[in-house]
């Protein structure tokens, strides 16, 4: 399995902008197609954007479409989250996975996961 460590979460005032990144060991990254999830206090894990294996095809939530940009550089075996425009309802430990199969918006559908980072917005 591809071992995921995400970093660059932090406090953040509400209309400010952070910079996630998801390192990956091994030498398969670009067979993957990779996904970032968010999950808040009390609530369910839910789907932020997914990316595909080349990087040309990517989805958001509707909640973060325009203010988030998925991307990766195979080479660096790393994916990126670019948040803009943070508002309050963003606060939450974010993570990123491997997808295997199924809805790209469903967490079922990805094995290997990151032990995610903290993003907290203030108002």
């Known amino acids: 399995q591809v071992q995921l460590v995400e970093s660059g979460g932090g406090l953040v005032q509400a209309g400010g902008s952070l910079r996630l990144s998801c390192a990956a060991s091994?030498?398969?990254?670009?067979?993957?197609?990779m996904g970032w999830f968010r999950q808040a206090p009390g609530k369910e894990r839910e789907f932020v954007a997914v990316?595909?294996?080349?990087?040309?095809?990517?989805n958001y939530a509707d909640s973060v479409k325009g203010r988030f940009t998925i991307s990766r550089d195979n080479a660096k075996n790393t994916v990126y989250l670019q948040m803009n425009s943070l508002n309050v309802e963003d606060t939450a430990v974010y993570y990123c996975?491997?997808?295997?199969?199924?809805?790209?918006?469903?967490?079922?559908?990805?094995?290997?996961w990151g032990q995610g980072t903290q993003v907290t917005v203030s108002s």
């Open positions: 990316i595909s294996r080349s990087g040309e095809r990517t």
């Open positions: 091994g030498r398969t990254f670009s067979s993957y197609a």
């Open positions: 996975a491997t997808r295997r199969d199924g809805y790209y918006y469903a967490a079922s559908g990805y094995d290997s």
